[in-house]
């Protein structure tokens, strides 16, 4: 493994995750304080799920067209320019448009992990990606720390300088130390908007392959719900990400007005969160699912979350840092452990010769709730500061219930996609 390239591009992507946790916790109050309702709360923490979702199959092709490099140095500068106009940002316009180019920026993931492949073997490609994620929950350990004291002390503009400066960083390293990984890739021209068939047919416009990607999706679709316990996992992957993103949102609004939390202090939560996150998918997760089993840590997760989602608005004003830490450490521990173990059962019960589809498709499902999430926080929030808390909980009732009807499932018995087409 080329070991210089990779360690420069973890740290970018670290920084990168850094500057985004430093924003994250505080874009709610500062929106609600700009005259935001609660459906433009929703859009702004939206519009960033948005634009990751469109443009990172962009960044990735770009990246095996012109090159691994120039698209990741394009989208870091698109990322420390979002941020010095976060730090101006004074209306609710340009609001949207600083975290709409933040999300247009930090797309890059599906680059970086390509980059990722080009310089790994086989044998160390796991543990490398692993390193991204392990980038992720440090990101969001580190920022809304240093996001939530800058903000107490100094306000919002220091907040955006800040993280601009740490993704300058992050894009003179990459500037110095970044080499090209893609050796096939072509010069920097407008060639990419163009793809070549294999079949030798003339070259098209890449807009004309959008029918073709929609009867894809629609066949995975279609795959994913010829086995029962593929289409359950797949909406429990649905509604329990709406719960966690839906809830997430609320909570941060909530500290502020209800329990009288400080921007600082909403950034100590975050990092304790993450704490227990890294704590149980970093080291544990892997010895208890060999002592309890994958099926049983799910449903045990369901029910942690239910408990850390449930009761948090129905815990005394004055008890955040008491009561309302016990809760939010079920909360850590639950999302911890049915988020990834959601995404191996999927792996698990896919049929052997179809799982990048089905991988693929439970990337989009996930996608889409981070995107809906944001808006049905923010508006039941508006409406009854107990609602989202009451729906999260709900939603993760109903995720208990499906975790519980997938224990009768045999994994061995889905190699054919006719196995379970009941």
Same mark, same amino acid.
Do not use: C, R
């Given at each position: 493994m080329k070991r210089s390239p990779l360690v420069i591009l973890l740290l970018t992507v670290l920084l990168d995750l850094i500057g985004f946790g430093i924003v994250l916790p505080l874009l709610p109050t500062y929106a609600k304080a700009l005259g935001a309702n609660p459906f433009m709360i929703g859009l702004i923490a939206a519009i960033f799920s948005i634009m990751q979702f469109i443009f990172s199959p962009i960044w990735g092709k770009l990246s095996d067209n012109i090159g691994r490099r120039p698209v990741m140095l394009i989208s870091i500068f698109l990322t420390a320019l979002s941020y010095v106009m976060l730090a101006q940002a004074t209306t609710i316009p340009l609001l949207i448009f600083a975290r709409g180019l933040s999300g247009m920026g930090s797309a890059n993931i599906a680059a970086a992990q390509a980059y990722i492949t080009d310089v790994t073997d086989s044998k160390s490609r796991s543990g490398a990606m692993g390193m991204i994620g392990a980038a992720f929950g440090i990101g969001f350990i580190i920022g809304p720390v240093v996001g939530g004291v800058l903000k107490h002390n100094y306000?919002?503009?220091?907040?955006?300088?800040?993280a601009a400066s740490l993704i300058l960083i992050d894009f003179v390293l990459a500037i110095f130390l970044l080499p090209e990984s893609n050796k096939n890739a072509q010069k920097i021209s407008f060639a990419f908007l163009k793809r070549s068939p294999d079949n030798g047919e003339p070259k098209q416009p890449l807009l004309t392959s959008l029918a073709q990607k929609t009867q894809a999706y629609s066949e995975s679709v279609r795959l994913v719900f010829s086995s029962r316990p593929l289409a359950l996992l797949m909406i429990v992957n649905f509604i329990y990400t709406i719960a966690i993103v839906n809830m997430q949102l609320a909570s941060i609004l909530l500290w502020k007005e209800y329990f009288g939390a400080t921007d600082q202090q909403i950034g100590y939560i975050f990092a304790y969160v993450g704490v227990w996150s890294v704590v149980v998918q970093g080291g544990?997760?892997?010895?208890? %699912?060999?002592? /309890?089993?994958?099926?049983?840590?799910?449903?045990?997760?369901?029910?942690?979350?239910? %408990?850390?989602? /449930?009761?948090?608005?129905?815990?005394?004003?004055?008890?955040l840092f008491s009561i309302g830490l016990v809760i939010l450490f079920f909360f850590a521990i639950g999302t911890s452990l049915v988020a990834p173990i959601n995404l191996s059962m999927i792996s698990l019960y896919s049929y052997k010769q179809k799982q990048g589809q089905i991988m693929g498709l439970s990337q989009s499902v996930n996608s889409f709730a981070r995107i809906m999430g944001p808006f049905s926080g923010s508006i039941l929030y508006g409406m009854n500061f107990h609602a989202p808390y009451i729906v999260a909980g709900a939603l993760t009732v109903v995720g208990a219930i499906i975790a519980l009807k997938l224990f009768k499932y045999n994994i061995d018995a889905l190699d054919q996609p006719k196995a379970d087409a009941a």
């Open positions: 306000g919002i503009e220091m907040v955006g300088y800040v544990l997760i892997g010895k208890l %699912i060999k002592k /309890f089993g994958e099926h049983n840590l799910f449903l045990w997760g369901h029910v942690f979350t239910f %408990i850390g989602v /449930f009761f948090v608005p129905f815990a005394p004003q004055n008890s």
